[in-house]
């Protein structure tokens, strides 16, 4: 059975970090693509970060670019999303999944976290 946890979420002051992280168990890890998503109260979700198997190339939205790091250890089967410099739009649920392929899309991954919640206070 996969399971997707994610971890870290909370309420940050705007220009604070937070660190998310993503387990994962019951694949094989180091064979997926991962991503991250977020979904701001009200709107869709969206793809923010995504990161190939072997850390090959990683993808980031133009709103998190400069401000965010995606980043994985294969062999705690976790990924991780450091934020910074976080701002009230960056409010939501933050989910993570895990494709088998690079994928750099808003849906169609294979599995997927329940989400962590990040509140960004201003």
């Known amino acids: 059975q996969v399971q997707v946890v994610e971890s870290g979420g909370g309420l940050v002051q705007a220009g604070g970090s937070l660190r998310l992280s993503c387990k994962v168990s019951g694949l094989p890890f180091s064979d997926y693509s991962m991503g991250w998503f977020s979904q701001a109260p009200g709107k869709e979700r969206l793809i923010i970060a995504a990161i190939m198997k072997n850390a090959d190339a990683t993808y980031y939205a133009e709103s998190v670019k400069g401000r965010f790091t995606i980043s994985r250890d294969d062999a705690r089967a976790t990924v991780f999303l450091q934020m910074n410099s976080l701002t009230p739009a960056d409010t939501g649920v933050y989910y993570c999944?895990?494709?088998?392929?690079?994928?750099?899309?808003?849906?169609?991954?294979?599995?997927w976290g329940q989400g962590t919640q990040v509140t960004v206070s201003s």
């Open positions: 999944a895990a494709h088998r392929l690079f994928h750099v899309s808003n849906s169609g991954y294979d599995y």
